[in-house]
C-alpha cells in the first residue's frame, strides 16, 4: 500500500517553454534567430529558430481533460493552453490536484537530450541557447519551488569538451540530472560504443547525477512504416529504451565508469526481465564466440543482470505486467513518473492509479517506487 | 512434466540448400545465373546468384560442439559442414539425437522470407528460382521423411498474383505454411497496412495454413548503431516479433481476414505481455484521440488481446521469463523450436532442455507448447 504521507517523485514530466525563454537571456540582435514564438497565418502559434519553424503538438501541452478547450491536433497556441504547462507555480496547483510532490521536467523546444541546437548552423548561438536553457530551468522554473522542482540540464552535444564545461557549471548551479539521448548514433553522432564520451561520463561520474534517457531522445521512436498508425509506435515505446539499455551492457562505459548511473525514462518496464535474459544469453556467449572478443576488446567485464542492478533505474506511468515482475526487476530499480502535461498522462489520477498499482506491495516498497529510489538515484535531501 | 511419449515438434528450422538445388531444376543455359557455389581464391566457397556473391557464414550450418571442425566465421564450406545441415536423411539422425521428431524448415540462400529473389534482376529467372526453391523443399528435403518435415514455401513478393498462383500451386503440393517478410516495408515493398497485400491473405485464408515470420526476414534486425557488437542485436531479437506483432495488432488485415494465423518465429515470448498491455492502451485511446480515426478507417475491430488469442502464435527456444509469464501469454499460443543448425540452436541437448524448462508444467501443456499446438496451428495429422 501507498502510505498517504509519501510525498511522490515523479522522474519524467515535461516543461513547456514559455515564449520568452530564450529571448529573456539571449542578446536582442539574434532574437530573430534564437527560438523565439512567431503568429502563423493560420492563426495558431510556433517556435521559430534559425530557419526551422518547430510545431508545439497539441498533445504534448495539455493534459485531458482538455483545458481551457480543445485544439487542433498539430498546433498549440499558449493562450488556449492549460496553464501548468508553462507556468512553475500554475503546475503546482495541477501537481497538488494530482498528488505529486516533485517533478523532473525534460525540455520541449530544445528536444529531450537538448538536440535541436546541434542542428543549429551558428554553434556560438547554439551554446548561448544551451545556457539559456539551463538557466533558464535552474534559475526561473525550478526556483519557483526548490523542493518540488528538480533540475535537469542539457549540453552542447556536438563538442565534448563544451558539455563537459556546461556540465560542471550547471551542477555548481544545482543541477540534479544530465539528460542525453538514447542512441546518439541517430542523431550523427559517435555511439556510446566509441570512447568519444568518456570525458563527459567522467564529468558526470564526478557531479554524482543520473544520466536521463528518455524515448525518443535520438529524435526516432521506433516504428514499422511511414503508413503504420500512432498506435504502432506507442505500443512499441519500451523497444526505444530496450535498444538504450542493450547498448549499455555492451559499450563498456558503464565499466571503465561503474558508478555511472542511467535512467530510462517512460519506457516502461514490462520487458526488462525478457531483455537481461537475452542479454545474459548474449553475455553467455562471452567465451566461446566471436562477438565474446570484442566485448572483451571493449572491456565489458560484469554480466547484465550485474550492470543492470548497480547502474540502471527503469520507470513506468502504469505498467501493470512490470508489477507482476517486480521480483525479476528489483524494486529497487523502478521509479514512477507522471508525464504532465503529455496526454499520455493519467492528471488529474497520476496518485490514484499509483495506489491502485501499489495495492499488493508492502509499504516499503510502494514508498521506494514512489519516492525512495528518486531520492536515492538522484541524490535529493 | 514432459512426457516421454511426446513426439516434439520444433517449428523454426533451416534448411541449408545443398550445391545442385537450383541447377538441378533449371535450364542449362541459365546455370550461372540461378544460385550455383562457387569457389573462391582464399579456398572457402560462396553461392553466386546473377552478379550477387552470397556467403555462408559457419555460425549458420553448424550446430555446437561443431562438427566436422571449427571453420572461419565468416565463409563456410560443405564439405566442412555438418551433414545434417544439408542432407535430409543425416538431419534425421541428429533430430534424434536431439529429441527432435519433426521439424519446419526456413530457407538459406533465399533468405527467411525469399526475398533474395525479390532482388533479381531477370525476374522471369526470379520466379523459376522460387519455384525450383519449393519444388525442392517439398518433393525431395520432406519427401525424405514426410512425417518428419513440415514443408513451408516462398512465394514471389513482387508480384501479388504470381504470389497467389505459387502459393495455390504449392498449396495443392503439400504446402503447410507460407513464409512472409515481418516488415515488408524495409524490403522496399508496400506494408501491411495498404490492401496490397489482400489477395494473397485470401489466398492463405482459403488455404488454411499460418503465416510464419522469422525475425531478420525483413533483410535487417534491429540494433543501435554499426558499432554495436552482435550481443546487442542478439538481446534485441525479441523486439523485430514485438514489431511484426504491433504491425498486425493495427493493420486491419486481420479484421479482414480473420482466420488467418500468424506465427512469430524465434522472437522468444517474455516481452509479449508487455507488448499486448501497452498495445491495449493504445487501443483504449482509440475512442478519444486522434490516431483511433486511422485504426477505425482501417477496420481495426478487435483489441489486441483479442487478436493475439485468436490469430497468433510465438516460439520459444529457451525463455525463463515466458514460461514465467505463461499464464498471462497462454498455453495454446506457445510453440517451440530448435533452430538447428544455427549456432544458437541447443542441440543436441534440445529435448533435455524443453523438459527443464517444462518441470513445474503439467503434461497437457507440455504437450500443446512441445507438439499440439503446432499440430492445430500447422493442421498436421
Chains 1, 2 share one sequence.
Not at 49 to 76: G, H, N, V, W
Not at 251 to 269: K, Q, Y
Not at 327 to 340: A, F, K, L, Q, T
Request: glycine share 6%.
Amino acid at each position: 500500500m501507498l502510505n498517504q504521507a509519501v510525498k511522490l517523485i515523479s522522474v519524467d514530466d515535461h516543461v513547456i517553454e514559455h515564449p520568452k525563454v530564450w529571448t529573456d537571456r539571449i542578446a536582442t540582435k539574434y532574437h530573430d534567430r534564437c527560438p523565439h514564438v512567431i503568429e502563423l497565418d493560420n492563426g495558431r502559434q510556433a517556435w521559430k529558430y534559425e530557419d526551422q519553424e518547430i510545431i508545439i503538438p497539441s498533445s504534448i501541452c495539455r493534459t485531458l481533460p482538455e483545458y481551457p478547450k480543445p485544439m487542433p491536433f498539430d498546433q498549440a497556441r499558449f493562450d488556449e493552453m492549460r496553464p501548468g504547462a508553462y507556468d512553475p507555480v500554475a503546475r503546482l496547483a495541477d501537481m497538488n490536484e494530482d498528488g505529486v510532490w516533485a517533478q523532473i521536467c525534460f525540455p520541449t523546444v530544445p528536444r529531450f537530450a537538448g538536440h535541436l541546437f546541434l542542428t543549429g548552423v551558428d554553434k556560438a548561438l547554439a551554446l548561448d541557447c544551451v545556457r539559456a536553457y539551463n538557466d533558464f530551468i535552474l534559475d526561473e522554473w525550478c526556483a519557483a519551488a526548490p523542493d518540488r522542482y528538480i533540475p535537469l540540464v542539457i549540453v552542447p552535444l556536438w563538442d565534448v569538451q563544451l558539455a563537459v564545461a556546461e556540465l560542471e557549471r550547471t551542477v555548481a548551479k544545482g543541477a540534479k540530472a544530465l539528460a542525453f539521448s538514447e542512441n546518439p548514433t541517430v542523431l550523427g553522432l559517435p555511439s556510446v560504443h566509441a570512447d568519444h564520451w568518456d570525458p563527459l561520463w567522467r564529468a558526470v561520474e564526478q557531479a554524482d547525477i543520473p544520466i536521463c534517457m528518455h524515448i525518443g531522445s535520438s529524435s526516432k521512436l521506433i516504428t514499422s512504416s511511414p503508413e503504420a498508425p500512432n498506435a504502432v509506435h506507442l505500443t512499441l515505446i519500451g523497444a526505444n529504451s530496450m535498444v538504450a539499455m542493450a547498448d549499455w551492457f555492451f559499450c563498456g562505459a558503464l565499466d571503465r565508469f561503474p558508478n555511472l548511473r542511467i535512467v530510462l525514462s517512460e519506457g516502461g518496464a514490462g520487458w526488462v526481465p525478457y531483455t537481461i535474459e537475452r542479454a545474459e544469453h548474449a553475455w553467455s556467449l562471452r567465451g566461446g564466440r566471436l562477438w565474446g572478443q570484442r566485448l572483451a576488446a571493449a572491456g565489458v567485464e560484469r554480466s547484465p543482470s550485474e550492470i543492470f542492478k548497480q547502474n540502471m533505474s527503469v520507470c513506468i506511468v502504469k505498467d501493470d505486467v512490470a508489477m507482476s515482475l517486480l521480483d525479476m526487476i528489483g524494486v529497487e530499480r523502478m521509479m514512477w513518473e507522471s508525464d504532465y502535461p503529455h496526454d499520455d498522462s493519467l492528471w488529474p489520477d497520476s496518485r490514484r492509479t499509483f495506489e491502485e498499482t501499489c495495492k499488493g506491495l508492502d509499504d516499503a516498497a510502494a514508498e521506494a517506487i514512489g519516492a525512495g529510489n528518486a531520492r536515492r538515484v538522484f541524490r535529493l535531501p
